[in-house]
């Protein structure tokens, strides 16, 4: 399989310190993907057998910085409070927690849906009077798939209720995926289902999951399967990351999508809303 590889004499010193690498062997990869026919600026495609190559020959640098990284650490003592930490009334330190960087810009996104259910996404703008008189904004896609997995589609042809006649008789999974294209820290989320569903049913959310676990997607924000039956309705389930996860959007590997998978009865109707909490970057 043929890779695409980035190695750390692409960054300059100042994206480095950045990073919180400075010092890495410069040959060594600190980026790498599936190779699908583009080759983005600082990224040098090869073989699997020249990437296991590449690493073996500069393991031992890595290492020896990595230790090196280690003992600096070590003796900076990172765990002893710095004499100027504000205290309480009782002389215990106290700490202000780091919600996103400097200017970025707090922009919840409601993802209003209903499972089984052929255009029922709310996701539009804020124009007009009636409820979709406004565009809609146009970064989420739903799809519906059968007990095979095989996705439910649309013909050309086929008239709206046709087509949900058909997911009504076999839909069992819902896909809500959302991608943003501006880079953006995850604060949390907040869930809530309008009724508890007749038949079983659970929640999973994933970021990046079109970029494979090995090379850092399919990460499970939540994970496990989230059991709707056992949900208060209407009530607001808050999930908070309690330090925020920085997401850089890819157009071409999709690493700032989010997908939202529930699996559930069939053709079973659940309304949810799903608010992802986030920060994003400040337009450039």
């Known amino acids: 399989m043929d890779l695409i590889v980035k190695p750390a004499s692409a960054l300059s010193a100042e994206e480095k310190a950045a990073m919180g690498i400075t010092g890495i062997p410069e040959a060594w990869p600190i980026e790498s993907y599936p190779y699908t026919g583009t080759v983005p600026s600082g990224f040098t495609q090869m073989t699997d057998v020249e990437f296991d190559a590449l690493k073996a020959n500069n393991q031992a640098a890595y290492d020896a910085w990595l230790a090196a990284i280690k ?21 215990r330190p106290q700490f202000r927690r780091i919600v996103t960087r400097a200017e970025w810009l707090y922009q919840p996104k409601s993802l ?14 804020h124009y007009g009077a009636g409820y979709y008189d406004s565009p809609d904004v146009g970064d989420c896609i739903m ?85 709707l039956k056992m949900m208060q309705p209407g009530h607001p389930h808050y999930f908070d990351a309690v330090s925020a996860s920085t997401i850089q959007p890819d157009p071409v590997y999709h690493s700032g999508r989010v997908q939202i998978i529930v699996k559930h009865g069939t053709g079973e109707q659940i309304g949810i809303q799903f608010v992802v909490i986030i920060y994003e970057a400040p337009p450039s």
Not at 112 to 125: E, H, I, M, V
Not at 145 to 151: G, K, P
Not at 198 to 223: H, Q, S
């Open 71 to 91: 003992v600096q650490i070590v003796q900076s003592n990172p765990m002893k409070v710095k004499l100027d930490t504000p205290v309480d009334i009782d002389d």
């Open 112 to 125: 209003d849906f209903y499972t089984a259910q052929y255009n029922s996404l709310y996701n539009r703008k």
């Open 143 to 227: 799809q519906f798939y059968d007990s095979s997995n095989t996705e439910l589609t649309k013909g050309e042809s086929e008239a709206a209720v046709d087509f949900q006649t058909r997911l009504t008789a076999n839909c069992v999974k819902t896909i809500l995926a959302w991608e943003n294209e501006i880079a953006f820290d995850v604060q949390g989320a907040l869930l809530y289902i309008e009724r508890i569903p007749t038949e079983k049913a659970w929640l999973w959310c994933v970021a990046a999951p079109d970029v494979p676990e090995a090379y850092g997607g399919n990460i499970p924000f939540m994970g496990r399967g989230m059991n």
